[in-house]
């Protein structure tokens, strides 16, 4: 792909490696398609003749793409921003992706995706800003440090008086406080060396707030062959459209290496200004935008009445709904099986022990399949980086926001409550974030383009939206999310929902529980499945009412 200097990233250039694929992926585009019109079984890859090359294109027109989906396609993929991973790889839910996590691994000075930014002021302004950013990434840590480590010594301590209580119980309470014991004192002994990886790694990870979404990452991403037909023909949209081009053009580039055939049906990206979100915004002047998007802003925020996501709207009968489709799936009568006791079958892990299984078996069994009847839809606002994590769960979809729509000029982000803990700390939080805002605007008046200046935004960059979920995919993310070891400020938001819930619904609520909380209502053990990573709180035994954390 031959590329103008205007299109290169000053940055080292995205490394784009396909490790893995069918060994004849578009021979068996052709062949499950004749399969599904075989009178003599199964239809056996083979050369592709003048008739199959026909049929691949007819049924790629006539958009018959399962086909398409067989082959599959894993991706290494180094030098690339998480502005593009938030943006564009991990907005649908069609890939899987095993990234580094910037939660537990340090972020090395100058490992950020910089774009053409055109005259040298403009880079050397850029230069200055991602330098603050990690000079503040660093100092946070250190401050942070020894607050993390107060907060992990209060987890982990437990006094010879409670040990000696539980001994002194009778046999069955003795068991379960030894099975909780176990949970404990299996961190407590961890070396101090141990010790001081955890707390480090709590501290960096509210640090790294403070990083641009210009920050480098690397990952493995698989996704089918028509996903990839996808990505390059939407690579152009917002948010990093010329990103997005580059590496979603390396991947192509790899796919028609490894497979030529796939040329029969690739077709161009659609350029950027026939979007139909580009074609919105050509109708608006930029002050105009601007003062649009203050209101927005302000009118989004107020309806969420102080929380981070507030439930907006869910189905007035979640409740019948469900039990309804549990007898339908057993054949019974409401007679015989009350709401109560339906929703309690599927629901409840003393009754359903599938539901303490490591293994997602939701959408596999028949009986749990009534949970995606009901459904909830949330109004919500996070971190980027928090949002990342969140858009992770991708059968509970939202509707993103383009960034620049929501650019206002003005510092619009979140701060996590460990920030606050120390003043130092809050202010060269709050100082770095100005400062950083200041930069973008400058870089625009520069005449730097949005796309690009918005590489300096920060992780915890404010990002608004709506999500919606049913109750099966839902019930999975808060099993997750519940968890004390999940980011702080996804699973405050997973507390706020599943309370909501049981407010409305309480025969559903009262089973939004995180994984250990399961485990127990399902008498397995040990009732952490984390093991050495336990988080040092039984939150088992804590209504959810009652969950607090700092760390």
């Not at 490790?19 to 890859?45: D, K, L, M, Q």
């Not at 997973?494 to 009262?510: D, F, H, K, T, W």
Request: proline share 6%; with cysteine.
């Amino acid at each position: 792909m031959n590329r103008s200097p205007a299109d290169r990233f000053l940055s080292p250039e995205p490394v784009v490696r396909l490790t893995s694929a069918f060994s004849e992926p578009f021979r068996n585009v052709v062949a499950t398609a004749r399969t599904c019109y075989s009178p003599s079984g199964i239809v056996e890859s083979r050369p592709l003749t003048e008739r199959d090359v026909q049929i691949a294109k007819g049924i790629y027109k006539a958009g018959h793409h399962t086909t398409f989906q067989h082959a599959h396609f894993q991706f290494a993929l180094g030098n690339v921003s998480r502005q593009f991973i938030w943006s564009f790889l991990h907005s649908h839910p069609f890939y899987n992706s095993e990234q580094v996590s910037q939660r537990y691994v340090a972020v090395k000075a100058g490992s950020v995706a910089v774009p053409p930014l055109g005259s040298e002021a403009a880079r050397t302004l850029y230069a200055q800003a991602v330098d603050r950013q990690m000079e503040a990434y660093r100092d946070l840590a250190v401050r942070l440090y020894p607050i993390v480590k107060r907060e992990y010594l209060k987890r982990f301590r437990v006094s010879d008086e409670k040990a000696a209580e539980g001994k002194r119980r009778g046999a069955s309470q003795r068991k379960r406080r030894e099975d909780d014991l176990r949970q404990v004192e299996l961190s407590l002994y961890r070396s101090t060396k141990r010790m001081n990886g955890d707390v480090l790694k709590k501290a960096q990870e509210v640090a790294r707030y403070v990083l641009p979404v210009a920050t480098f990452a690397y990952l493995y991403h698989t996704v089918s062959g028509i996903t990839l037909l996808r990505y390059w023909r939407l690579c152009r949209q917002y948010d990093a459209p010329l990103e997005q081009r580059n590496v979603v053009g390396k991947m192509v580039a790899a796919l028609l290496e490894a497979c030529p055939d796939y040329r029969l049906v690739l077709e161009d990206p659609i350029p950027l200004e026939e979007m139909p979100e580009a074609r919105f915004f050509a109708t608006r002047t930029p002050d105009r935008g601007h003062r649009v998007s203050r209101s927005f802003l302000s009118e989004f925020d107020e309806s969420l009445k102080g929380r981070t996501s507030r439930l907006l709207d869910h189905k007035a009968q979640n409740e019948s709904l469900l039990a309804q489709a549990v007898r339908e799936v057993l054949g019974v009568t409401a007679g015989e099986l009350s709401d109560e006791a339906a929703i309690g079958l599927v629901l409840d892990p003393a009754r359903n022990p599938l539901l303490g299984e490591p293994l997602t078996l939701t959408t596999h069994s028949k009986l749990m399949r009534a949970m995606v009847h009901p459904s909830y839809t949330f109004r919500k606002k996070l971190s980027h980086t928090a949002d990342s994590q969140d858009q992770r769960h991708r059968m509970t979809p939202a509707s993103r926001p383009i960034l620049s729509a929501h650019w206002t000029g003005e510092p619009d982000y979140v701060t996590p409550d460990l920030a606050r803990e120390d003043p130092w700390a809050e202010k060269a939080y709050h100082q770095v974030m100005e400062q950083t805002w200041e930069a973008i605007e400058k870089l625009r008046r520069m005449g730097v383009p949005m796309e690009f200046a918005l590489y300096l935004l920060p992780n915890a960059t404010a990002i608004r939206y709506t999500e919606s979920a049913d109750l099966l995919h839902l019930h999975h993310k808060h099993a997750m999310r519940l968890c004390y070891l999940a980011q702080e400020e996804i699973w405050r938001a997973s507390v706020e929902e599943a309370i909501q819930i049981q407010e409305i619904n309480p025969l559903i609520g009262r089973y939004l529980l995180p994984p250990c909380s399961l485990r127990d209502l399902a008498e397995m053990r040990p009732v952490c499945p984390e093991g050495e990573r336990f988080c040092g709180v039984k939150v088992w035994r804590l209504p959810l009412e009652q969950y607090r954390r700092l760390i």
